[in-house]
Nanobody, 119 residues
Framework: QVQLAESGGGLVQAGGSLRLSCAASRRTGRTNYMGWFRQAPGKEREFVARITWSGDSILYADSVKGRFTISTDNTKNTVDLQMNSLKPEDTATYYC????????????WGQGTQVTVSP
């Protein structure tokens, strides 16, 4: 079993920055792809970004391109999401997830961390 734990959420004003971190208890063949998702109240969960541990495959949702950066620290088994130029519409609970293959289902999920962006 793999545990994922997010941290770094909080309250920030529009235009500000936050850095989220996801710590994985271990890496296995089922955690090759690490992703960030978010869910705002009353909305469906949406994809934000995804990366491989080697960093050679990165995807972003159009809504965050140019503002968010996903990265890994293989020595710490962490995946970070640097969020800049935050907007009120970025307000959501952010979740870390892991899966084995690019087109498969995410098998592991964290508990989430709240990000609130005030106008």
């Amino acid at each position: 079993q793999v545990q994922l734990a997010e941290s770094g959420g909080g309250l920030v004003q529009a235009g500000g920055s936050l850095r989220l971190s996801c710590a994985a208890s271990r890496r296995t063949g089922r955690t090759n792809y690490m992703g960030w998702f978010r869910q705002a109240p009353g909305k469906e969960r949406e994809f934000v970004a995804r990366i491989t541990w080697s960093g050679d495959s990165i995807l972003y949702a159009d809504s965050v391109k140019g503002r968010f950066t996903i990265s890994t620290d293989n020595t710490k088994n962490t995946v970070d999401l640097q969020m800049n130029s935050l907007k009120p519409e970025d307000t959501a609970t952010y979740y870390c997830a892991a899966k084995a293959v690019p087109y498969g289902q995410y098998a592991y999920w964290g508990q989430g961390t709240q990000v609130t962006v005030s106008p």
